[in-house]
């Protein structure tokens, strides 16, 4: 039993988010799609421990996930009141989507309708195109688990109360949709960034998601120079893994020959083509501040007054708090602890955001306050991962 829980574990793992979007292609439901699916999965676990794991065990899924969406559909139809949102394609094709490359990356747009609250939007694409819970995405929003489950299951209850068709823009309609897409991407990314052994296991391929997405990105939207600049500043940092396959390691301590610099090079001329739109953008700018740390690869050394002018540009163009304490961590180097710890003092709502306590020890540690061990207790109790927690653990100690 262990084992067909386990690998049925591994099957919504690495195809859920594909199964979602072939059935929401077709019902242009996401509630109903995500019920089917999930009671999909719960019939896998009564019937394969007697039957054994077909031999294609997601088109089985995808089989019992349209059978159970018919059913429902079959149950509440009626001809005045059923809704648009229930409309199940009776072919056995997936609804016709020539433009989009991949059905996840047609969900991801589905997931901008204008019905829903833009702050709404990236998470909600995190939580059904790359099926990550609540708990995983809340720390990126500084919200708490319970708080963000609320926002998102309203948000799926207000398409349901509109009778709002589950629906996938014409790709000619895509532009003021593309920055929530974009967004959702680089936060999979950045999760996928945290992988190291001992890490969250369903965080293994997040990366990857993320580099294929962007890239399928780039072939939609060929005239934006976001996603070109998305997918360098992806290569930047898929570069640096092998440098910490073994634990946690800080960029700056990192050893540079270990990084990839076939990956350096291709990010290198996805930045370069994204600049030649001269359009500059938040993930233009981004990819910069990281085409700087991999520079160190080559001269040895960081550039930071570059740091400095690139991260005051971002903070003016796309504030936020990531991009702030980012831009305290520069000051740090540039102009030493206590500037930085004023720049720190300045920033709103950073009670657990936990990058934002361990560059406060940092800070606090180079000036010889005494309260260091209180503010690195704070970012390790905010830490998630692993190889994060052991290695504040021993800068703990």
């Known amino acids: 039993m262990t084992s067909v829980a386990t690998q049925t574990e591994q099957v919504a793992r690495t195809s859920y988010a594909r199964l ?7 019902t242009r439901d996401l509630a109903s799609a995500e019920d089917a699916l999930a009671d999909a999965f719960r019939a896998a676990l009564e019937t394969w421990p007697r039957t054994g794991i077909p031999d294609r065990p997601e088109a089985w899924l995808m089989t019992v996930a349209k059978r159970n969406h018919g059913a429902t559909r079959a149950r509440t ?10 409309f199940l394609l009776h072919s056995d094709q997936a609804a ?3 433009a989009f490359p991949d059905h996840r990356l047609a969900l991801l747009f589905a997931c901008t309708h204008p019905a829903i609250d833009a702050a709404t939007q990236t998470p909600l694409m995190l939580q059904v195109v790359l099926g ?3 708990e995983r995405i809340a720390p990126a929003f500084l919200m708490t688990a319970a708080a963000l489950g609320q926002r998102l299951s309203r948000a799926k209850a207000r398409l349901k109360a509109l009778n709002v068709a589950f629906d996938i823009p014409d ?5 003021p949709r593309l920055p929530a897409v974009l967004e959702a991407i680089h936060a999979a990314a950045a999760l996928g960034w945290e992988t190291v052994p001992g890490s969250d296991p369903a965080r293994t391929d997040l990366s990857s998601e993320a580099l294929y997405l962007a890239e399928a990105l780039i072939g939609l939207a060929a005239e934006d120079p976001e ?5 360098a500043l992806i290569l930047y940092s898929a570069a640096r893994v092998p440098a910490r396959k073994v634990t946690y390691i800080p960029l700056s301590e990192q050893d540079t020959t270990l990084w990839d610099k076939s990956l350096i090079a291709r990010a290198d001329q996805a930045l370069t083509d994204a600049a030649r739109a001269n359009r500059l953008g938040r993930f233009q700018l981004m990819a910069a501040i990281q085409s700087v740390h991999a520079e160190r690869a080559r001269t040895g ?3 930071w007054a570059a740091l400095e002018t690139l991260h005051a540009a971002l903070n003016r163009l796309h504030p936020t708090v990531g991009g702030s304490v980012a831009a305290a961590a520069v000051t740090l180097e540039c102009h030493g602890p206590t500037a930085c710890l004023r720049a720190l003092d300045s920033l709103p709502d950073t009670a657990t955001y936990q990058p934002y306590w361990a560059l406060r ?3 606090m540690r180079r000036a010889g306050n005494p309260d260091t061990p209180a503010a690195l207790s704070r970012a390790l109790g905010l830490a998630e991962d692993p190889a994060l927690r052991a290695w504040l653990a021993a800068r703990l100690g």
Do not use: H, Q, V, Y
């Open 20 to 26: 979602l979007g072939l059935l929401a292609a077709r």
């Open 77 to 86: 139809r009626t001809a005045r009141d059923a809704l648009p949102t229930l």
């Open 96 to 98: 016709p989507m020539p």
């Open 132 to 134: 990550l819970s609540a």
């Open 171 to 175: 790709p000619a309609d895509i532009t």
């Open 227 to 231: 996603p070109k600049a998305l997918l």
């Open 301 to 303: 050394r960081t550039n």
């Open 361 to 363: 020890a940092e800070a």
